[in-house]
C-alpha cells in the first residue's frame, strides 16, 4: 500500500509562487508516474499535470502550461509542484496521485493512489 502527503499548500497574493510537496512510502515510488490533480469549489476534479517514473516526461493542463513545474526526487519519494504567476482560478484543493504505470497519464482513473489534499487560495 502507498501512502502520499502532499504540503506546502497556503493563502498566496495573485502573481505569487507556491511549491508544493508530496512524499510517498513505499519502495516502489520509483517504479510509477506520479501526477497533481486539482478540485475547486462546486467543480470537478481536473488533471494539472504528470510525471513519468524516470522524470523524462511531463505533460500539463493548458490552464498551467508555461506556469506550473512538477518534478520528482525518486530519492527521497518526493514529487513537486512548483507553482508561479499564480491567479485566482488556481484557487483549489491539490491533490496528489501515484499510478500503477510508469508513463505519465492524463487520466484520472489510471492513478490508484490519492493523497488526502492541501487547499491553495490564491487572492486578488
Known amino acids: 500500500q502507498v501512502q502520499l502527503v502532499e504540503s506546502g499548500g497556503g493563502l498566496v497574493q495573485a502573481g505569487g509562487s507556491l511549491r508544493l510537496s508530496c512524499a510517498a512510502s513505499g519502495r516502489t515510488f520509483s517504479r510509477y508516474a506520479m501526477g497533481w490533480f486539482r478540485q475547486a469549489p462546486g467543480k470537478e476534479r481536473e488533471f494539472v499535470t504528470t510525471?513519468?517514473?524516470?522524470?523524462?516526461?511531463?505533460y500539463y493542463a493548458d490552464s498551467v502550461k508555461g506556469r506550473f513545474t512538477i518534478s520528482r526526487d525518486n530519492a527521497k519519494n518526493t514529487v513537486y509542484l512548483q507553482m508561479n504567476s499564480l491567479k485566482p482560478e488556481d484557487t483549489a484543493v491539490y491533490y496528489c496521485?501515484?499510478?500503477?504505470?510508469?508513463?505519465?497519464?492524463?487520466?484520472?482513473?489510471?492513478?490508484?493512489?490519492w493523497g488526502q489534499g492541501t487547499q491553495v487560495t490564491v487572492s486578488s
Open positions: 496521485a501515484g499510478s500503477k504505470r510508469s508513463s505519465a497519464t492524463m487520466t484520472t482513473h489510471e492513478y490508484a493512489y
Open positions: 510525471i513519468s517514473s524516470s522524470g523524462g516526461s511531463t
